[in-house]
């Protein structure tokens, strides 16, 4: 009989614990794409001040690397939130890393004051997925 | 068969569960209180920064017109960021809530 009332809230336990979660837990592959990418982006963005046309092939190679780290989340169960933070940042439409890129390929270079504030911005963009990553459950 | 009181253990899991509760959702209004009145401050500094920096032709229109723009793009990913720990608190409110039902169950089997 124990048994029996014993695995009523272990049942309970188990079936609420994998269907009551609201957000993926936390993964280090993401985690780490996510600084890397930080890193990587704002190290570019340092050589805005010169040509867009020499650094051509760093610019591509980064968006790539964006955007496999998108891709890696938005493959992720329950990680819609972290997708859209990644669609915000590398819109080349808007105004983070995607516009950044963009601009400096219209303007072949970029003021060094804009670059030093457009970095402190962006920096603090992939902190927002960089936090939110290391708050997910582990 | 087991005399089991399940009045006292609903009563348990009601008391704990409201501690919870309060302790964990006091804790992220708070930090996304502070998070947002951090990001207003920053925002206000960096808006007279780059109008000073404007006006001293340090960077063009276009680029003042990105770091605005850009101000607004963060404030979208801090709102979606605190969307997601709200989630991550309800989720670890939601895993309490189950320990505390197995642990008061467990409590009252004599």
């Known amino acids: 009989m124990k048994i029996s009332i014993l695995a009523a809230p272990l049942g309970l336990t188990l079936l609420f614990s994998s269907a009551c979660s609201l957000i993926a837990p936390y993964d280090r592959a993401a985690y780490e794409h996510a600084t890397n990418a930080k890193v990587d982006t704002l190290a570019l963005m340092s050589k805005a001040t010169g040509s867009y046309d020499e650094h051509e092939k760093e610019v591509e190679a980064l968006v790539r690397q964006l955007d496999k780290a998108y891709e890696y989340d938005r493959g992720r169960q329950l990680n819609k939130i972290t997708s859209a933070q990644w669609n915000i940042l590398r819109d080349p439409n808007r105004d983070l890393v995607g516009g950044f890129l963009k601009m400096w390929k219209a303007k072949g270079t970029l003021s060094p004051t804009f670059i030093a504030e457009k970095k402190k911005q962006i920096g603090d963009a992939f902190d927002q997925i960089i936090q939110l990553e290391s708050e997910k459950l582990k | ?110």
């Open chain 2, 1 to 110: 068969m087991a005399n089991i009181d399940v009045g006292s253990i609903l009563k348990l899991v009601e008391n704990q569960s409201k501690a919870l509760a309060e302790k964990l959702f006091k804790q992220y209004t708070h930090q996304a209180v502070s998070d947002v009145r951090d990001f207003l401050q920053k925002s206000t500094l960096n808006l007279k920064r780059w109008v000073e920096e404007l006006a001293r032709g340090e960077m063009d229109k276009d680029e003042f017109e990105s770091l605005v723009k850009g101000q607004a793009d963060v404030a979208e990913m801090r709102a979606l960021k605190q969307a997601g720990l709200a989630a991550v608190q309800i989720d670890t409110f939601t895993n309490g809530v189950l320990d505390i039902i197995v642990s008061a169950a467990f409590a009252a089997i004599p």
